[in-house]
């Protein structure tokens, strides 16, 4: 008769479809959840991502009862519960003793390394799965990596569209376009009538983990309540469903746009129910398709979506596993400034920053240009060390894990790895928030003045950023046309932009 396993599964592992679960037996395995203290604080998580992922582990570990698994469940607040996942395997191995530990992949590098010391730890063997829930491989995307000069995702995506056949019309695109991103680039107009994503009202179960974590992670960033994240596969199925009809047909137009009285306007708010398993991120991008081919959405808000989940997604993925654990250390501008003070209240003059970081506190979300064309541009032109940029963002919002936000923050955001992830830095001055937001219209500082006291900070830091960062960025050849520019200036204005920026930087310090 085959032994016993112990089956462990993550909190960002709740799938029924786990490579691990495919070959654990109900009759025979253990499976092993625990809430631990050392995950919820490696990083100061937000409040509601802690909430999010205990709720949605419990109602995870009830739904595979139902289905007839064995579940040793261990809560925060359990008696001996030692707080980390090698103490918690440890005390399971004592209960269960079992033959071996089966476990799927870790997402984090730091878990998968912590994994890697059981074997000789616990006397046992740990059998560790690839997790297939992921369309490219690790072993896969090193083949696709391997001799390239340049990794650039657009090339990826497309290799990603035609082993998955998504939106493809033979051998190439539907709509005889690979990417329809210029056409996902309009400002969008307050509309009282503009839809929302689906809420959900917080059950028992999720209450009780509204009550531990208010007392357990009080003094943690970010607003508990209210609290309407989907738990549950079947939640999140209805979000999905309620973004395709009523949502994504808007999506691609106004993607790129920001309100300061819309948080959410035409996205999905579904990537932190995709990262933790709630929803197969294969089958969300079929849907959208099927949405396309159906006539409910046109093209450029169905290439836009999927490209940002069987490109982008995946494509992170790949770069966080081939050059960690050095990517962490990425820094190529050498930037040392501390993070601002304001990123942790929200209160700053600047609107712009003080609507994304105030959202971001009150709901664990922001759309990805939010993150990338105001918090993340402004850490950028202000030189704050890419480390800290990294572990804020990692904290605070609901769908990050380091697997998916490193890359996208050192590498896009930052430039931090010297344009491994990104052909040029995402620099902006004020011009393009304007442009994309109705922020700039209830801002203190003026969009439209270049320098002095008055003046947008984004217009004067952008060239400073540029002058300073010369002997990195000059060579670029995206930005060849940009130094020409700041050539062209005499020499006064150039000053005036130096001095406008160093005085405002003076103002975090």
Request: hydrophobic share 40%.
């Amino acid at each position: 008769m085959a032994e016993r396993r112990l089956v462990l599964i993550l909190g960002d592992q709740l799938s029924p479809s786990l490579s691990s679960l495919k070959v654990a037996d109900k009759a025979r395995d253990r499976i092993l959840m625990v809430e631990v203290m050392e995950e919820a604080t490696y990083v100061r998580h937000h409040k509601k991502k802690i909430a999010f992922l205990f709720s949605a582990m419990r109602h995870f570990a009830d739904r595979l009862r139902d289905d007839g698994w064995q579940v040793d469940y261990v809560r925060l607040d359990d008696g001996g519960n030692t707080g980390s996942f090698t103490g918690e395997v440890e005390r399971a191995i004592r209960r269960h003793q079992p033959a071996s530990l089966l476990v799927c992949e870790p997402g984090e590098w730091r878990v998968r390394a912590m994994m890697e010391t059981w074997a000789e730890r616990f006397h046992l063997p740990v059998i560790i799965l690839d997790d297939d829930r992921f369309i490219c491989s690790r072993a896969d995307f090193a083949r696709w990596a391997e001799g390239r000069k340049q990794l650039r995702m657009e090339h990826f995506y497309r290799e990603m569209r035609q082993r998955t056949g998504l939106l493809m019309d033979g051998g190439k695109p539907a709509g005889g376009k690979w990417n329809f991103d210029a056409d996902n680039r309009k400002p969008a107009k307050p509309d009282l009538l503009m839809p929302e994503p689906l809420r959900f009202d917080p059950d028992e179960t999720t209450q009780d983990v509204l009550a531990l974590v208010a007392d357990r992670f009080d003094d943690h960033f970010g607003d508990l309540h209210p609290f309407w994240f989907a738990v549950t596969s079947a939640q999140a199925e209805a979000a999905l469903d309620h973004f395709i009809e009523t949502i994504l047909p808007s999506f691609g137009d106004y993607q790129d746009a920001m309100l300061r009285d819309h948080r959410f306007l035409y996205h999905s708010v579904l990537s932190h129910t995709i990262n933790a398993g709630l929803l197969d991120p294969l089958d969300v991008c079929r849907r959208v398709e099927a949405a396309y081919n159906d006539g409910q959405a046109p093209i450029n808000a169905a290439e836009g979506f999927i490209r940002q989940i069987i490109g982008w997604r995946e494509y992170v993925r790949g770069i966080y596993w081939r050059f960690m654990p050095g990517y962490l250390d990425n820094n190529v501008f050498g930037a040392s400034r501390p993070l601002p003070d304001f990123y942790w209240t929200g209160e700053t003059d600047m609107a712009c920053l003080a609507a994304a970081i105030t959202q971001t506190k009150e709901e664990a979300y922001a759309h990805h240009i939010q993150r990338l064309m105001v918090t993340g541009n402004f850490a950028m032109l202000a030189g704050v060390d890419p480390r800290a940029v990294h572990e804020w963002y990692l904290m605070v919002y609901a769908d990050a894990y380091e697997w998916v936000e490193l890359p996208n923050t050192l590498g896009m955001s930052q430039f931090a790895d010297g344009g491994l992830l990104a052909s040029k830095p995402y620099a902006a001055s004020g011009n393009y928030i304007n442009k994309m937001s109705d922020y700039c219209g209830t801002c203190r500082y003026d969009v439209k003045q270049k320098t002095g006291g008055g003046a947008c900070p984004f217009n004067a830091l952008y060239w400073d950023f540029l002058d300073r960062n010369a002997d990195v960025l000059r060579g670029n050849p995206r930005l060849t046309n940009v130094y020409a520019t700041w050539d062209r200036m005499d020499g006064e204005r150039q000053a005036a932009y130096r001095e406008s920026a160093t005085s405002f930087l003076a103002t975090l310090s």
